[in-house]
DNA sequence: CCGAAAGTAGCACAGTTGTGCTATAAAAGT
DNA sequence: ACTTTTATAGCACAACTGTGCTACTTTCGG
């Protein structure tokens, strides 16, 4: 056996690295070598981990979906208060602190290769796919009496809207205001609901 | 004189192969050599038009904000009544057709550029706050009584949300459904308004 | 002590990039 | 006819890219 390391962690060093770089210069200059050097890695060692470039970068994608999930699984206590359970996954899924925003940062990035690439479209639309599910259960469980497709769909629009904002604009769009705007839109849900469910509507 | 040529028509022609390359193939591949190639032009008379690479993608950025501006201008009527106008003017600033599709894909393409690069980011930071102050003024137009900044930050994020949608997700972002969950919103909206008028609220 | 396996580094090659530079072609004024 | 001005094309250079390939180093099994 060689040289005593952990594949599994190093590549997670490594895709560390493709982060900052995609952070400080772009996806577009998240090259070999200027990740390796990132990494403190020459070019050469770099691809032991990772064949080709579009391997890292998917792996990288997939890595920040992986951890969105994770956090959203973390909250999912499903007993709650259904307007606080939602309230608390939104807030996660919102650029809510240094970290989170590099993410979401990194995130934007590989959206707008998405458009032009397939293999990280078909991540992304996975992870939109999964996250407009995710609103059309929140809003059910809000106002099931509402349209709730329709409802999903604002919601959803709502919270990547915001998440755009917050990385090209994040001296206003800060963490009180998208959560006054979260908010917001939760209450008027719930006023629907009542609404709707004083007068028989459905 | 030369050979008689209207300058400014180069140069729109040219966008307009930037535009192409960038729907096709992504901004990092807008390379001079590719623009030319499509424009039909040599990158030495294409350097004609743009002196550098960047100059051609600043204007490039600059052109599709005037587009929309105009867009907008186009609609303004100020008398026409506030709910009409309000879904006017949300209806022009999302991509209802194939042309404003193409123009959202390389907004998106822009802007997970301007994370990174200081020039683009002054042009996309001057559109957002102009989007974000007629959005303020749509909801004061609407729900002067109601808290505008709020409001006005959630009109903000639905509509660069569904636009961020329709660019990844056009088979179910669809016109419809964004004018759906526009007009749903535009209601609350004024549901807000009578609401807090008729109780005296503010 | 030694070889096998695995990590690391680096070179090589062909392709692309931005941009500086020069040469040719065409149209207008003299 | 001749010059001037502009458009167009193309070459050249240095830098950078992904990736194939070869060497060296380190560690463990025997």
Same mark, same amino acid.
């Given at each position: 056996m060689p040289k005593v390391v952990d594949p599994a962690r190093r590549r997670n060093e490594v895709v560390a690295a493709v982060w900052r770089v995609i952070r400080r210069d772009g996806l577009d200059r998240a090259s070999v070598r200027n990740v390796a050097r990132e990494a403190g890695l020459s070019a050469g060692s770099l691809r032991h981990y990772f064949a080709t470039q579009p391997e890292l970068l998917a792996f990288t994608l997939r890595t920040i979906i992986e951890r969105v999930e994770e956090r959203i699984a973390a909250v $999912? *206590? /499903?007993? *709650? =208060?259904p307007r606080d359970r939602a309230a608390r996954i939104l807030d996660e899924l919102l650029p809510m602190d240094a970290e989170r925003a590099a993410e979401n940062n990194v995130w934007l990035a590989f959206t707008a290769r998405a458009l032009v690439d397939p293999d990280l479209r078909a991540l992304c639309e996975e992870a939109h796919t999964a996250l407009r599910a995710g609103c059309l259960a929140l809003v059910t469980s809000l106002a /099931?009496? $509402? =349209?709730t497709e329709l409802e999903a769909d604002r919601l959803h629009a709502l919270v990547d809207g915001l998440a755009v904002h917050a990385a090209l604009h994040p001296q206003t769009t800060t963490p009180p205001r998208m959560r006054a705007a979260i908010s917001a839109h939760l209450d008027e849900l719930h006023d629907l609901h009542d609404h709707r469910a004083a007068t028989g509507g459905g």
């Open positions: $999912s *206590a /499903p007993t *709650a =208060d /099931p009496e $509402s =349209d």
